[in-house]
């Protein structure tokens, strides 16, 4: 196959001649120029309003925006994910997390067969397994109830159900606990469990291939310690381990009965997995409808995203913007920073859904690229990152357009808590885009050589998406907006957001580097002078 380059089309050039004529243009210009910008330069679906107003774009920078979405196919591409098309490439699997929300009753075709009967016979395994584990009546092998499941997975099968756990906690049932592990790092094991019962715990082992170094690594390590906590026989196995993979003859080599195993398909991308069986400890934690309820915002955005006009849907104006901050302003990142303090571990969510996603640098059809792809995504929770790295954001440097998440009311009113961190967002929001001049400083009495350090150049864009209040459906459709958003830069940059051999590399070179740290006799190295050193230094002072 053949792609035309984003860059030779006729809608990038004629944004890139655009760009030269905004360029002196601000965002205060912007909204001097129109008195409803404000007003005007919003959309909403499923429940999320966003606000761009205070981007670095015009009528006409919309207007091209969306034709470049329209020339790069956008549409046809959508549609190619939505009917099970094998759109990723490279590992010839069609991308089908969307049909993990469809409702039942729909029909989605993978190789001639019906996938949403499938998906909806695991949804309710999970619900049965779940209420038996809420209701107590999944017991230990000791007979005692569970309290604590651990959920052992890495990347995409640790961050979405991690991130979800917490984002719901308001919803979770607070007799029982989920803890994650994910990190080879064995204190991550260790301190996981260092004060839990073992006859009170279940594992959940997560892991698509269940092959994962990591994953399988923890999940020995968890067998080992049920087995010493319970008396070694491996009976016991059975009542403390279920699985979530796509690789029954690997679970069930590991030890876990398959009746216990809750599986899913290599048409679910790792990063796009929470809301399939990889969800099972947040549906344990929230219980099955709450879990619907996730599933049905993330369908509301999915909905949106396939019929709402380009010009209004949230997740095609955010994708479009990102590019044009990417591609046109020479921005390398863009920071998400949820007012929200459930949402913790949305942005570290986020940074393999973007960045594992289209962090690419050839084309779908084997090109180079000729164009910037993937931006850096990255933030915390505000208010805390407005006392860290918001200076930089404010003053620096750097371009780094911002997502600012708020909710209209909180799960904890306390006080004044809410309107404090709320007004902090329209705050932190309004003094990007409009700054402070010198002369305004200078009228507050600040001395002149003070002047340019109480600057605000301003100029600086950014997205403000509020929501009513962080419930499942809510985090369904924010998730689905981003992966949406995802998938519509990688369709403008004609790159497969799908695949991730990236991440090979290294796992196989760690696969020969570990024979050599544990060989008994010295071992013949052949990498660079300054592996092998190190790999020397490493096995002479290692504890022994
Ligand atoms: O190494 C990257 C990756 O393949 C991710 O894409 C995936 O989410 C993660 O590893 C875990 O993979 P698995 O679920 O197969 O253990």
């Known amino acids: 196959m053949s792609l035309p380059a984003p860059t030779d089309l006729p809608a990038w050039k004629a944004l890139a001649a655009h760009r030269e004529r905004i360029a002196a243009t601000t965002i205060g210009d912007l909204f001097a120029a129109d008195a409803t910008r404000g007003e005007r330069m919003h959309a909403e679906g499923a429940g999320l309003f966003l606000d761009y107003s205070k981007n670095r774009v015009t009528d006409e920078t919309l207007r091209l925006l969306v034709t470049l979405a329209r020339e790069t196919g956008l549409e046809a591409r959508r549609e190619a994910m939505f009917s099970g098309e094998k759109i990723n490439l490279t590992e010839n699997r069609a991308v089908l997390h969307v049909a993990l929300r469809a409702p039942e009753g729909a029909t989605i075709n993978v190789d001639g067969e019906n996938v949403v009967p499938a998906v909806h016979a695991v949804l309710k395994a999970m619900g049965a397994f779940a209420d038996t584990v809420r209701s107590g009546a999944w017991r230990g092998a000791s007979g005692k109830r569970i309290k604590t499941i651990v959920n052992i997975g890495i990347g995409g099968s640790d961050l979405g159900p991690v991130m979800a756990y917490e984002a719901l906690r308001h919803y979770s049932d607070r007799s029982l606990t ?19 019962d073992p006859a009170e715990t279940l594992f959940i082992i997560s892991s698509k291939t269940f092959t994962t170094l990591e994953t399988m690594a923890n999940a020995q390590t968890a067998r080992a310690w049920i087995l010493a906590g319970m008396g070694g026989d491996a009976a016991v196995v059975a009542r403390h381990f279920v699985a979530v993979s796509t690789n029954a003859a690997k679970v069930a080599e590991f030890g876990i009965d398959t009746a216990n195993m809750f599986g899913f398909w290599d048409w679910v991308g790792g990063r796009y997995s929470l809301d399939s069986a990889i969800g099972l400890s947040t549906m344990i934690a929230i219980g099955p409808q709450n879990f619907a309820s996730l599933l049905g915002g993330f369908r509301a955005m999915d909905e949106h995203f396939r019929t709402a006009p380009l010009e209004q849907n949230l997740p095609v104006l955010m994708g479009l913007l990102a590019v044009l901050y990417t591609d046109f302003f020479g921005a390398q990142s863009i920071a998400v920073l949820p007012y929200e303090q459930y949402l913790k571990r949305f942005p570290a969510y986020l940074q393999q859904l973007t960045m594992e996603s289209n962090g690419k640098s050839v084309r779908l059809d084997g090109q180079p690229v000729t164009c910037s792809t993937g931006p850096v995504y990255w933030g915390e929770p505000g208010t805390n990152g407005q006392h860290s ?17 708020g909710f209209n009311r909180s799960h904890n009113q306390l006080g004044r808590h809410h309107d404090y961190l709320i007004s902090n967002v329209f705050a932190q929001a309004e003094a990007l885009a409009f700054g402070k001049s010198a002369e305004e400083v200078r009228a507050e009495g600040t001395p002149e050589w003070l002047v340019p350090h109480r600057v605000f150049a301003g100029n600086r864009p950014s997205n403000v998406i509020m929501a009513d209040i962080l419930d499942p459906a809510t985090l369904g459709a924010l998730v689905a907006l981003y992966e949406h958003a995802v998938f519509t830069q990688g369709a403008v940059w004609g790159i497969n957001c799908f695949d991730q051999w990236g991440v090979e590399l290294g796992k196989q070179l760690a696969q020969k580097i570990i024979c050599e740290l544990e060989s008994p006799t010295e071992p013949k190295l052949k990498h660079d002078s300054s592996t092998n050193a190190l790999i020397r230094r490493y096995r002479a002072r290692r504890a022994k």
């Not at 989920?178 to 469990?193: H, I, P, W």
């Open 178 to 196: 989920c803890r994650f592990v994910s990190n080879v790092d064995g204190t991550d094991f260790a301190e996981a469990v260092v004060d839990l």
């Open 389 to 405: 790295f918001y200076q930089l954001i404010h003053q620096g440097t750097h371009l780094i357009p911002c997502d600012f998440l």
